[in-house]
């Protein structure tokens, strides 16, 4: 009933082709950036900032970087982690070199390296497909990870071995260090998110997401129609890596504080395969449901038996998450590999005709 | 000998036949130890439909991946509009004019009808990245532009009811026609059918027909095309390349070819 769409006319393909053909959906958008950029933040408390929103705006963001390597150009992964240990350990680098560098353009920058360092353990996806692709990009994983434990230099040859973020501020505000507030941090990750994702969206509704949709579907069809497959995917690991750089960068910057070379390891690479599996592969949407997913499981394992008088201890809670989000992804797996963003699109188009069932 | 003549020429149906468009000179194919095309030379005309025919096994399809760069022969030339063709990846060869269809359909399965045939477009679409992640400028204007070229060719075929359909749940004949829509968008010079009809009942063999002549005749596209409805090639083609063995066994007008006594012995089959 809400959904109705009888009445909303398209006379021009430019009306056809916008971003929201559905008026109710640009509705409701509007709706959650409301929420995004006003209602949460303003009555968010440190705790809600720190484990839930900032992390789901990261994670998002990460996700949605292997999602267009994955999800649309169909070229597996698992070295996410160690790119985003190269946009972070870039991120570092500029600002101690140079300490006036404004850390939006930090930030954006360190995306670049990670740009570069993709499309190096790319090179071999024009030879190598599936699995063995996801070899390859677990090579990248686990060198990354050595270099940044023996590189003295990515870390200023601190005795530690780990990156320290100092204080900075961005005109005026401290974001970063042990001086900024969880508001400001988050209102940085939300420019920077929200930025990157409007260009993901219209990247990928385009001629460069068919041609990336082209490559994962067949790749041989693609070629004889006039895709230089070579160009394709290098292209997607190149805006990949640089999405899931900046990710990295933010990661460190503005909700750890510091890291160690093992924060990049291969879990963090899983987790965000993860949140894009059980969010959806070939979508925008599913990376932020899945975030959110994985991000507040936890939380909610935590808090919610206290709230109604069971006592579980917290080695017991983080179990039982394991073990849900485990089942999870085999469900998704099997019932619905397009995962959340598939359900939401098969209830949207229900409630679109509804009450009629066709 | 009227089709060796290099002038061009108006059929009985009133179509004009131009000059020869692509030469394949003396082709040579092999795969290790195996000859899948030997020695074949034929040309293309520009605007008529030629057709490959022959027994399984005969080399047609090899033939076809051949023009569209998918495999090199080791001996032999590719002349194309007037030029030796060099060897070419075969994006460059969609890219000069050269769309095809498959015998096994290869449509993208995760996307709709719509975005299936505009795919048929990219090479005509060159906005930059940067321009297309902004949906601004060039790359905005050139959606809608080949939006609307799109949009003819789903008229065209008749299949607008389902362009916002995934590719995936339409039924096998409706495919194969995405399939020839998604050529068709790339305004091709040279139309590669293999087999357009496999599988299909009469119904849909007779629209298919309807559609390549209407192709061939409204936007004056040369067709070369793999069949094995006799039927149906003789009706549809202008000249006939009969293969066997990898051998050129027979060329020229239909009737030519029905009444040639090596096609009817590889047709009817003779000890060998």
């Given amino acids: 009933m809400l959904y109705r769409i009888a009445g909303q006319f398209k006379t021009s393909y430019q009306k056809d082709q916008a971003l929201f053909p559905v008026q109710q959906d640009a509705w409701l958008l509007g709706i959650i950036l409301l929420f995004a950029w006003l209602i949460l933040p303003l009555t968010a408390s440190e705790f809600v900032f720190q484990t839930l929103l900032i992390p789901v705006l990261i994670y998002a963001l990460a996700a949605t970087g292997l999602n267009i390597l994955t999800g649309y150009a169909g070229q597996l992964s698992l070295g996410t982690g160690a790119f985003m240990g190269v946009g972070a350990y870039a991120c570092y680098k500029m600002v101690t070199i140079f300490p006036d560098l404004n850390l939006f353009i930090a930030v954006l920058l360190s995306g670049t390296f990670s740009a570069m360092v993709g499309v190096a353990f790319g090179l071999p996806s024009l030879r190598i497909k599936g699995f063995y692709l996801a070899i390859a990009t677990l090579a990248a994983q686990f060198f990354l990870i050595w270099l940044f434990e023996k590189w003295a230099w990515l870390y200023n040859y601190n005795a530690s071995g780990a990156i320290q973020v100092p204080n900075l501020d961005v005109f005026g505000i401290a974001v970063a260090g042990p001086l900024a507030t969880s508001m400001a941090q988050y209102y940085f990750i939300l420019i920077v998110v929200t930025l990157i994702t409007v260009l993901v969206i219209n990247l990928t509704r385009g001629n460069q997401g068919r041609i990336w949709k082209a490559t994962r579907d067949m790749d041989i069809a693609a070629e004889l129609i006039g895709i230089n497959l070579l160009k394709s995917k290098l292209m997607a690991f190149a805006v990949s890596s640089y999405i899931v750089g900046v990710a990295g960068a933010m990661f460190v910057f503005l909700w750890r504080g510091a890291a160690e070379p093992n924060l990049f390891d291969i879990e963090l690479s899983f987790r965000v395969l993860f949140i894009a599996i059980i969010g959806g592969l070939g979508s925008i949407l599913g990376n932020w449901l899945g975030a959110i997913l994985i991000v507040a499981l936890p939380v909610i394992l935590n808090t919610v038996p206290g709230v109604v008088g069971l006592e579980i201890k917290s080695a017991t809670v983080e179990h039982i998450n394991v073990m849900i989000i485990g089942a999870l992804i085999i469900f998704f797996l099997i019932v619905e590999p397009h995962g959340l963003a598939r359900l939401w699109a098969l209830i949207r188009e229900k409630l679109l005709i509804w009450p009629f069932p066709h | ?272």
């Fill in chain 2, 1 to 272: 000998m009227n089709d060796m003549s290099p002038e061009s020429y108006v059929t009985a149906d009133g179509r004009t036949i131009g000059n020869v468009v692509m030469d394949m000179r003396d082709i040579t194919l092999k795969f290790g130890g195996v000859t899948a095309i030997k020695d074949i030379s034929f040309d293309i005309r520009e605007g008529e439909i030629r057709a490959i025919i022959g027994p399984n096994g005969a080399g047609k399809s090899s033939m076809l991946n051949v023009i569209s760069g998918f495999y090199t022969p080791q001996i032999g030339e590719i002349w194309y509009r007037g030029k030796k063709r060099p060897p070419m990846k075969p994006y460059q060869v969609a890219r000069q004019g050269i769309a095809r269809t498959f015998q096994n359909i290869a449509l993208f399965e995760g996307m709709t009808v719509l975005d299936n045939v505009m795919t048929g477009r990219l090479t005509h679409m060159n906005a930059s990245v940067i321009s297309q992640a902004l949906w601004w400028g060039k790359a905005q204007a050139e959606e809608i532009e080949n939006r609307e070229k799109v949009e003819k060719v789903i008229d065209f075929l008749e299949i607008q009811n389902i362009r916002k359909t995934p590719v995936g749940r339409l039924p096998y004949g409706l495919k194969k026609r995405v399939e020839l829509a998604r050529a068709l968008a790339a305004d091709p010079q040279i139309l590669l059918l293999d087999e357009p009809m496999a599988g299909m009942n009469v119904e849909e063999k007779e629209d298919m027909s309807r559609f390549i002549l209407d192709v061939n005749d409204e936007f004056g596209t040369t067709i070369v095309l793999i069949e094995h409805d006799m039927g149906v090639v003789m009706d549809l083609s202008d000249r006939v390349v009969v293969m066997d063995y990898g051998k050129k066994i027979g060329d020229g007008a239909p009737d030519d070819v029905r009444n040639n006594q090596a096609v009817i012995d590889a047709y009817l089959g003779v000890s060998h």
